[in-house]
């Protein structure tokens, strides 16, 4: 198991992720703005069964996929240095959807995922906003995807939870958002902080063990925004 990582996460909580695998801590410079430079959901698309890599990811980073065996697609377009050149590989794939503002999205992403069923929001930070669970569940800071989702046809039984940003960390920022503090493997869910800190923590927590989700939180202390916690 690869977990990706920022290298600014907390030591604490690299700690407790060392645990479940190998951890890849990412860190870059030049390529996009020092708040989410070294954050996974920047440069890297996961979805069931790929996995799409900006092309101006370091080449260090590519030789450990590649040490680690994991089959990987390289996008077409690089990170850039702001938004929305910075937002083309932050995009949500679920086993049946892929959610994005698609007016930024890499083509690599949307001709690989071409089977699922494209939803488009207007919000470019779409995996730092969105925590998609199983069964169609999921948590976002972000009133547009909200809607959207919630709006989508009943058929797809989504059901969701809508949350302030208000009170989770991000360098240089008011706040950041709640998809980019957490990461999931199997039935747990991986916080970087402790609920016990979000003014909204216990509608989370309520919602999350509902679903069965067993709730790691890898430091007791403010919810910090480090752009996703992925398993490969």
Same mark, same amino acid.
């Given at each position: 198991?690869?977990?990706?990582?920022?290298?600014?996460?907390?030591?604490?909580?690299?700690?407790?992720?060392?645990?479940?695998?190998?951890?890849?801590?990412?860190?870059?410079?030049?390529?996009?703005?020092?708040?989410?430079? =070294?954050?996974?959901?920047?440069?890297?698309?996961?979805?069931? =069964?790929?996995?799409?890599?900006?092309?101006?990811?370091?080449?260090?980073? !590519?030789?450990?996929?590649?040490?680690?065996?994991?089959?990987?697609?390289?996008?077409?377009?690089?990170?850039?240095?702001?938004?929305?050149?910075?937002?083309?590989?932050?995009?949500?794939?679920?086993?049946?959807?892929?959610?994005?503002? !698609?007016?930024?999205?890499?083509?690599?992403?949307?001709?690989?995922?071409?089977?699922?069923?494209?939803?488009?929001?207007?919000?470019?930070?779409?995996?730092?906003?969105?925590?998609?669970?199983?069964?169609?569940? !999921?948590?976002?800071?972000?009133?547009?995807?909200?809607?959207?989702?919630?709006?989508?046809?009943?058929?797809?039984?989504?059901?969701?939870?809508?949350?302030?940003?208000?009170?989770?960390?991000?360098?240089? !920022?008011?706040?950041?958002?709640?998809?980019?503090?957490? =990461?999931?493997?199997?039935?747990?869910?991986?916080?970087?902080?402790?609920?016990?800190?979000?003014?909204?923590?216990?509608?989370?927590?309520?919602?999350?063990?509902?679903?069965?989700?067993?709730?790691?939180?890898?430091?007791? =202390?403010?919810?910090?925004?480090?752009?996703?916690?992925?398993?490969?």
């Amino acid at each position: 198991m690869l977990i990706i990582v920022d290298d600014k996460m907390s030591p604490g909580a690299k700690q407790q992720l060392s645990l479940h695998g190998d951890l890849m801590l990412l860190k870059t410079e030049g390529i996009t703005y020092p708040a989410i430079s =070294g954050h996974p959901d920047i440069f890297f698309c996961q979805a069931p =069964g790929h996995i799409i890599v900006a092309p101006n990811l370091p080449e260090p980073y !590519f030789q450990k996929l590649r040490i680690h065996g994991i089959d990987f697609i390289t996008g077409e377009l690089p990170v850039g240095p702001e938004y929305p050149s910075s937002a083309r590989y932050n995009a949500v794939a679920t086993s049946e959807l892929l959610i994005h503002n !698609f007016r930024h999205t890499d083509f690599i992403i949307t001709r690989t995922l071409e089977d699922l069923h494209p939803v488009h929001v207007d919000q470019g930070y779409c995996r730092c906003n969105l925590l998609a669970m199983k069964e169609g569940h !999921f948590i976002t800071s972000d009133q547009g995807i909200y809607k959207v989702l919630t709006g989508l046809h009943p058929g797809l039984h989504l059901d969701g939870v809508p949350v302030s940003p208000d009170g989770i960390q991000l360098e240089g !920022f008011p706040h950041g958002f709640f998809g980019g503090c957490c =990461g999931i493997l199997d039935d747990k869910i991986f916080i970087h902080g402790s609920l016990d800190h979000f003014p909204e923590g216990e509608k989370v927590r309520m919602y999350l063990e509902d679903l069965g989700y067993e709730i790691v939180e890898l430091f007791d =202390g403010p919810l910090m925004d480090v752009g996703s916690i992925l398993f490969v």
